[in-house]
């Protein structure tokens, strides 16, 4: 009996061993993951923060996670306009895979119900991937991919969410019973507290959730509204940018400069608990600026939001990788917002393989000089009429109503000297491939009608007009 009861002893006693040793292993590989932060600003223009090269907007924290990090020099993402661009961004697929290829596309048609309208649920979020590897993972702000209850974020990976129904929000108030841009707060960890001054707000709970989750491995989608329209800054702000001549320009300013100051607290808070250097903060917009609506300027680049060309899908993009990887330096070959989910699986300790279907790339070995040729062989994009290819330095832009147009941005960023008729060969090996590709993704838009596309063409032609340079 004496003999069985040690027996016992001796077998439980290995297996509280086991389950220690199971522990601290798992606690070290947890300690090894890093943190991720992906840092969006909401119709920010190309060349309006310090390391694009804006000198009127002064954006010293923005510019301190580029020079701690990779500036990602052409750095695309992977539509025009928000709803779609975030789709690619959180999913890494090209969201014209699944028909995602407008604003919440075609919601408001009778054909679809409002139901139907946002992040298709069989699309596997980045957060939860990052969710299946032990993180945590928060979305602070705009979600803008279904405001009915089962396109939810909590629904998709996030297990804490501060966020509001619609694509944008006003700056200073909401109301209980409010629509639209009025529309209350939601949060299913807190009462949202009474709104300051949005911007401060996500800042507010952005540091907030590095405080809770610090010693756990996380994600955050620090995902801003400014500088999106309404165009709304404190006054203490517009005071810093009164010497610009125009009123709308100087609240534009002044929105760039209090997103800016929020990151500042999102980064001393990291670097308070000291995590800093074990978190991985990408920053960039959603898309480029809408010049027409908020004031935004995408120079160099031709174009703005809604526009295939440069101005509107060519963002600041750069991440501030961990301290252990490359800092510092400027990447120059193209990639994209896609590539995002599969760098982060990848650095977490996950595994992305082909039945996952992703677009994007693991950007690490390629800046680390593992790898030496290019992220990508080839970019594609598609909004509603308009389709796009990159292919090289060489870029195609299809419209339905006129010539195909042919740029080399390694010569011509701005998109001024349309190539196509000096390269016909080249334009219809190109066409040839946008189409193939094309014709195989779903176009749901298209049952919207004859009256809408001419709607969209006379939309877009100021845009897509062809400019010549001046002599």
Not at 79 to 98: E, H, I, K
């Amino acid at each position: 009996m004496k003999r069985i009861i040690l027996s016992r002893l001796f077998i439980f006693t290995i297996s509280i061993l086991i389950q220690v040793a199971f522990s601290i292993v798992n606690a070290k590989e947890k300690s090894n993951q890093p943190n991720f932060i992906i840092i969006l600003a909401d119709d920010l223009g190309y060349g309006d923060v310090g390391f694009t090269g804006s000198t009127q907007i002064k954006t010293p924290h923005i510019d301190r996670l580029a020079s701690d990090g990779v500036i990602f020099e052409q750095g695309y993402v992977s539509s025009a306009v928000c709803a779609p661009s975030r789709a690619g961004l959180m999913t890494g697929r090209n969201q014209v895979n699944f028909g995602f290829d407008n604003n919440l596309p075609v919601s408001t048609l009778p054909q679809y119900k409002k139901e139907n309208s946002g992040l298709p649920l069989n699309e596997k979020t980045i957060a939860n991937r990052l969710e299946d590897l032990g993180y945590v993972t928060g979305l602070i702000g705009k979600w803008h991919l279904g405001d009915q209850e089962h396109f939810h974020p909590t629904k998709r990976g996030f297990q804490e969410v501060w966020t509001y129904p619609v694509g944008g929000h006003d700056y200073f108030k909401s109301k209980p019973d409010g629509r639209g841009y009025l529309a209350p707060l939601e949060s299913n960890y807190k009462e949202p507290q009474a709104i300051t001054y949005l911007t401060d707000d996500k800042g507010d709970e952005c540091v907030d959730f590095i405080k809770r989750h610090k010693d756990e491995p996380f994600f955050l989608y620090a995902s801003f509204n400014a500088p999106h329209t309404p165009m709304q800054a404190t006054e203490d702000d517009i005071e810093l940018y009164l010497h610009v001549e125009n009123k709308k320009r100087r609240t534009y300013c002044a929105m760039v400069h209090r997103l800016d100051v929020n990151i500042g607290r999102i980064v001393k808070e990291l670097e308070k608990n000291k995590i800093y250097d074990n978190t991985v903060i990408v920053f960039l917009s959603d898309n480029g600026g809408p010049c027409d609506s908020n004031a935004s300027i995408n120079a160099p680049y031709r174009g703005q939001k809604g526009i295939l060309l440069e101005g509107g899908v060519r963002v600041p993009y750069t991440i501030k990788f961990t301290k252990s990887d490359p800092s510092g330096i400027t990447f120059k070959e193209p990639v994209t917002s896609l590539d995002l989910t599969p760098t982060f699986v990848s650095m977490a300790g996950g595994e992305i393989t082909e039945a996952d279907e992703l677009d994007g790339i693991n950007l690490l070995p390629y800046v680390s000089g593992d790898i030496a040729n290019a992220p990508h062989d080839d970019l594609k994009w598609r909004f509603t009429i308009s389709a796009t290819m990159r292919e090289g330095d060489w870029k195609l832009i299809r419209l339905p109503d006129r010539l195909p147009m042919l740029y080399n941005l390694k010569e011509d960023p701005s998109e001024l000297n349309d190539l196509a008729a000096q390269h016909p060969e080249r334009v219809i090996s190109m066409l040839k491939k946008l189409g193939d590709w094309d014709v195989t993704r779903p176009h749901e838009w298209f049952k919207e009608g004859p009256n809408w596309r001419k709607n969209q063409i006379s939309k877009y032609d100021k845009d897509y007009k062809l400019v010549q340079p001046k002599k």
